[in-house]
């Protein structure tokens, strides 16, 4: 009943104009989601609509895994991946507007451990730093500490000190998920408890996101739960066990349904209030959605776009356009609001595809303008992407140089490895002569060394999240092994070339 009352609602709204917009009917929604599910193979989404304080519509479609008939619905709750942190940013908030921190305060006043490459960042590093991507470091920069790792966030911050710089500090934007996890533990350390505890008391209890959390242990207890789906090496999508995400929480693993996230977006279009209570004050929410560096996008947005604390920002014809996507292993999301129109939508999917082709198509229709419309364009580079990963796959063995043999005996190769930021790697020696690696503190990073020539072995890794890839052996000019080199794809988060790894000195061969 109450699906049907909402459809209704939502036609009767899109039949009427919204301001000056054009119409927009539920009838076309529904066709371009069927189509956008059908090219994109997504097994299952949802969709929420907020207007004026009220929720619209809100929907799900398909199924929660593939091959199985457990429908999606608006309770359905998926990974928001990026979109939590917006969230951070607003538990910042909360403590800024209690006076208990400012925006500029130092990080180092909060976490005395808290250490950069750079001695001057580490003393001048502020809170605004920490939530707008100007750390100076590289894009994702510290992924492979936290990514499927046993690390704790504690361990991850102490050795953020071995990343190395590329752009100047605050001169230019590289997108970062280990800062807002800095941010998350200052909130910790100010607060005295956890910020997932503070997150459910302070945000998402008093919205009533009834099925929103960002704790793996509460997300596996949930019986209406996303099971995310990747490409396997014959590019179809199969389903996927999700990753334990709490190390990095604050920077990409709430995990929430439509229906929660349009209370969020109730929030925001409302000045911080929710049913007549003030969750966060008007003054400290603009600062949130401020500009506060020059940040521009992929696909569709002008060059006067820039970050907020937590969120895009990009004006377009006199509206405000504030928006955040978020991935992970299997699972993508998308929230646009419009906040002169008190208008957002958010989209949540089951696989790692660009589902802002759909917010952007609902936006765009709203607001009359063909530039959102990035169907074609991303269609196409998807498409293109995988005819050449297919070919990269046939031409690859080309490249091979036959009849050539490690210059060393197998077992002359294992042994401990070490890079300093991220620690000890190790190889040995299995069966039929062939070499294992296994990455100490991520489990996922383990895979079979086949050799393919001189002294370069491919990296058939074991998880299919893994593409595969080269390593090849260092020596000295004795032809001593002094470490490896990788040639590997970068994952979503992981920057492979961030690590220098040497051969622990006294090496002991591991049997």
């Known amino acids: 009943m109450y699906k049907r009352t909402a459809s209704i609602i939502f036609c009767c709204l899109f039949i009427c104009t919204i301001s000056s917009a054009q119409k927009l009917q539920l009838d076309s929604i529904n066709s371009f989601i069927q189509k956008f599910m059908v090219d994109f193979e997504v097994p299952g989404l949802a969709i929420g609509i907020v207007r004026n304080d009220s929720i619209l519509f809100t929907k799900g479609y398909g199924t929660r895994e593939i091959h199985n008939d457990l429908p999606v619905n608006e309770n359905t709750i998926f990974g928001i991946g990026s979109v939590s942190k917006s969230f951070t940013a607003l538990t910042v908030g909360i403590l800024v507007q209690q006076g208990k921190i400012h925006w500029d305060d130092r990080v180092r006043d909060y976490l005395p451990y808290f250490e950069l490459y750079d001695p001057y960042v580490t003393e001048t590093f502020t809170i605004r730093d920490l939530l707008t991507h100007r750390s100076g470091l590289k894009r994702v920069s510290g992924g492979i500490l936290w990514y499927h790792s046993d690390l704790t966030r504690t361990e991850i911050i102490k050795q953020l000190k071995y990343l190395k710089p590329t752009p100047e500090f605050r001169s230019k934007a590289a997108y970062q998920n280990i800062m807002y996890l800095v941010a998350g533990e200052i909130v910790k350390e100010v607060s005295g408890t956890s ?36 490409m396997n090496e014959s590019f179809q999508k199969i389903a996927v066990i999700q990753e334990n995400g709490d190390n990095l929480a604050a920077g990409g693993f709430i995990y929430s349904s439509v229906q929660d996230m349009s209370n969020y977006m109730r929030l925001l279009l409302n000045n911080g209030i929710f049913n007549d209570d003030t969750i966060i004050e008007k003054r400290e929410l603009e600062e949130i959605l401020k500009p506060q560096i020059h940040f521009p996008m992929r696909h569709g947005y002008n060059e006067f776009t820039s970050y907020g604390l937590g969120w895009w920002l990009t004006p377009e014809n006199g509206h405000k356009i504030i928006e955040h996507s978020g991935g992970i292993d299997g699972m993508t999301a998308h929230l646009m609001m419009i906040k002169d129109m008190n208008l957002g939508v958010v989209v949540l999917i089951n696989t790692s595809e660009p589902v802002n082709v759909l917010t952007n198509k ?85 895979g079979k060394l086949k050799h393919w020539h001189y002294d370069t072995f491919l990296i058939d ?8 890839g080269f390593l090849t052996f260092n020596f000295d000019a004795k032809h001593n092994i002094t470490g490896f080199s990788l040639e590997q794809e970068n994952l979503l988060d992981v920057d492979f070339s961030e690590l220098t790894i040497r051969k622990d000195q006294n090496n002991m061969v591991i049997p």
Request: net charge positive; charged share 25%; aromatic share 10%.
């Open 195 to 230: 910020w997932d505890e503070f997150l459910q008391s302070k945000v998402l209890t008093k919205l009533n996101m009834k099925n929103s959390t960002s704790i793996y242990k509460v997300r596996e207890t949930n019986k209406n739960l996303a099971q995310p789906h990747i």
């Open 362 to 446: 609902i936006i765009g229709q709203i607001l009359n303008e063909s530039s959102f419309d990035l169907y074609k364009k991303v269609k196409s580079e998807r498409d293109n992407k995988i005819v050449q990963k297919r070919n990269n796959t046939i031409t690859l063995e080309t490249q091979r140089i036959k009849s050539t043999f490690p210059s060393q005996k197998i077992e002359s190769y294992t042994g401990t490895y070490t890079d300093d930021m991220y620690g000890k790697i190790l190889i040995k020696e299995i069966s039929d002569k062939h070499l294992e690696i296994s990455f100490s503190h991520t489990p996922l990073f383990s």
């Open 461 to 468: 890794w074991y998880d299919i999240r893994v593409p595969n």
